[in-house]
Nanobody
């Protein structure tokens, strides 16, 4: 199993960024996928999850209405569209494979990518 994130970078507040996670080594279209993030000195926290079909999603309250998770099962990729970014969104963002449907608990995820840094600053 391999998960490789990309798309992070430095962006000004209010702007947008799209993260991608390329998956390989398993049957991608049968697993929940999610994004988590970890800011310096803080615990890793749930951001968003999407069901295997892509029809059902789950979001942290802090990103609801600003972030959108989606997936392309044909291309084995999960995305996180981040709009109206704020300085408090600054963190390393991780893609993860789920073992329970759209869970918010990191303990329900068994494989993780290496992370991609997102910095929101003027």
């Amino acid at each position: 199993v391999q998960l490789v994130e990309s798309g992070g970078g430095l962006v000004q507040p209010g702007r947008s960024l799209r993260l991608s996670c390329a998956a390989s080594g398993f049957t991608f279209g049968t697993f929940t996928m999610a994004w988590f993030r970890q800011a310096p000195g803080k615990d890793r926290e749930f951001v968003a999850a999407v069901s295997w079909s892509g029809r059902n999603t789950n979001y942290a309250d802090s990103v609801t209405g600003r972030f959108t998770i989606s997936r392309d099962n044909a291309g084995n990729t999960v995305y996180l569209q981040m709009n109206s970014l704020r300085p408090e969104d600054t963190a390393i963002y991780y893609c993860a494979r789920g073992t329970a449907s759209r869970s918010k608990s990191l303990y329900d995820y068994d494989y993780w990518g290496q992370g991609t840094q997102v910095t929101v600053s003027s």
